[in-house]
């Protein structure tokens, strides 16, 4: 079991994990308010802590920006590795914090958009009990941050995207899954909301399913290197927007 009610009773110590603003975390709340929560963010100041301060949260800000700062002569731009020693002790600063605070370990990690990449040191921390909410679907590889997931999907062809909640391993996004949402069609829900007001959505993606055609893309990274700047925000639009 990952969390034990009848040995530790319903109440859990819940550390939710922030980088923006605060939708997931808010969800997760409105669901289960009789739990203990507590709210890291690695972005002081973004808009989750403002909830959190709605909801009487005890909140912990530590950026890992100060922690990075000298990685660059290191290690190429974007690609500072996931174990490196600075990552790790940036995390093992971070739950010294966390379980200080809660004077313990919490029962469960909730990274609720969370734009940090956990090292191996903590995953062997917490496992089982770092749960990621992830908007893509994992089982046909669609990891990445953000809106690049919902991307994948439409480079591949698909009808639907979906979201997946797994609990977090040592992979990148491949940990085992508890749950996904329901598929939303991409064409229906486009429509829909451009029926609530926000134009041109339908024909960004026509623009851009076109030009995945015209060049024979079908994944990510070719996307990356072929498109330019106007079908790259295109399709940045599309993807945030569903």
């Not at 859990?12 to 709340?29: C, K, L």
């Not at 993606?205 to 024979?216: W, Y």
């Amino acid at each position: 079991m990952i969390y034990d009610p009848v040995k530790s009773g319903s109440r859990m110590t819940i550390a939710v994990f922030v980088s923006g603003s605060g939708t997931n975390y808010r969800e997760i709340v409105a669901r289960g308010r009789d739990h203990s929560y507590i709210v890291f963010t690695n972005r002081p100041g973004c808009g989750a802590v403002a909830i959190a301060r709605e909801n009487k949260h005890e909140v912990i800000e530590l950026s890992h920006l100060p922690y990075l700062k000298d990685v660059s002569h290191k290690y190429p731009p974007g690609n500072v590795p996931r174990n490196c020693p600075e990552r790790v002790k940036y995390e093992q600063d971070v739950c010294r914090l966390l379980e200080s605070r809660v004077q313990r370990e919490p029962d469960l990690i909730c990274l609720a958009g969370y734009d940090q990449w956990l090292s191996d040191w903590m995953v062997d921390r917490y496992y089982p009990r770092i749960l990621n909410v992830h908007p893509g679907d994992t089982t046909k590889g669609y990891f990445g941050l953000y809106w690049v997931p919902s991307a994948k999907a439409i480079l591949a062809g698909d009808e639907i995207v979906r979201s997946t909640l797994f609990l977090v391993d040592k992979g990148e996004d491949s940990g085992p899954i508890l749950v996904q949402s329901r598929p939303v069609n991409i064409i229906q829900a486009l429509g829909e909301l451009e029926a609530k007001g926000n134009s041109g959505l339908l024909a960004g993606l026509d623009k851009v399913t076109g030009f995945a055609r015209a060049k024979s893309i079908s994944d990510w990274s070719s996307f990356e290197q072929s498109a330019g700047v106007e079908i790259r925000g295109l399709m940045k639009n599309e993807c945030k927007n569903l």
